[in-house]
């Protein structure tokens, strides 16, 4: 049987583990750009880079899931994301950032699904922004939005993650940046403005997606036995709510509050 360390390193594969991508964030957090990127001067640069990550994501056979990646999980030291939309259609920023809309000062949450092989753990409820602010030395800002070609924002949701990584932050990591909903049902716990002001949806489908999966991992740790309990309620919520595409998620610790049927 193999060991641990051993099913993890297979699982990784070209990317490279937690405590790796922790030292070298660490390394260059603010080092890349030095200065405003300048297509003229930078473009060969740039269509070089963009060929390592893709050929780095399509190594994968988990490339549709994953979608994308940053520079940092594979090992370089730039701060730069890959992702492909489909076939025909990709993205390459330097130096990403991202935010809510300045004009929404209680942004709308999402929870998907998400896998991300740097993570200590493989699966985590993401948490993410519905109406996102994309802001890169490579592109002007725009709005990350609905789109109807992706009506459960499986997109949007890669694309915070990757950018998220570009920054330092996994959604297993141990800070107490709520980019997973382990992180925020902590919060929601602790502080009563965040539970009052909190907003979430998640999309009907995605909660089929979390009921196959029988662990859901965050934060360092196994909710073994919360899991059964965070089932029971999103079940609960999908009876509450059959004619809805998107369901509201109660301000409460679905891993130990029960929704009242």
Not at 208 to 228: A, G, M, R, V, Y
């Amino acid at each position: 049987m193999q060991s641990l360390v051993n099913s993890r390193a297979n699982y990784r594969k070209n990317f490279i583990d937690y405590n790796a991508f922790i030292e070298l964030s660490m390394g260059i957090k603010g080092s890349y750009p030095s200065i405003k990127y300048d297509p003229s001067v930078d473009f060969e640069l740039f269509q070089e880079l963009k060929r390592k990550l893709k050929r780095e994501l399509d190594s994968r056979e988990d490339k549709q899931e994953l979608m994308g990646l940053s520079a940092s999980q594979i090992g370089l030291p730039v701060h730069a994301i890959y992702i492909e939309k489909d076939t025909t259609s990709s993205v390459m920023l330097i130096d990403p950032k991202i935010g809510p809309s300045p004009k929404d000062s209680n942004p709308e949450l999402f929870l998907k699904l998400i896998k991300c092989p740097t993570s200590p753990s493989p699966y985590h409820l993401g948490l993410f922004i519905k109406s996102a602010i994309i802001k890169s030395a490579t592109s002007k800002p725009y709005v990350l939005e609905y789109d109807a070609s992706d009506p459960t924002f499986t997109f949007s949701a890669n694309l915070q993650r990757i950018i998220w990584a570009d920054n330092g932050f996994l959604p297993g990591d141990d800070t107490p940046t709520p980019i997973n909903y382990s992180k925020a049902c902590d919060i929601i716990e602790r502080s009563a403005a965040f539970k009052k002001h909190f907003r979430c949806t998640i999309h009907r489908k995605e909660i089929t997606n979390i009921l196959k999966q029988p662990l859901i991992i965050d934060s360092l740790n196994i909710h073994e036995k919360n899991t059964s309990s965070l089932h029971k309620n999103l079940l609960q919520l999908l009876a509450n709510n059959i004619n809805k595409e998107w369901i509201e998620i109660p301000s409460i610790n679905l891993f130990k509050e029960k929704i009242i049927s």
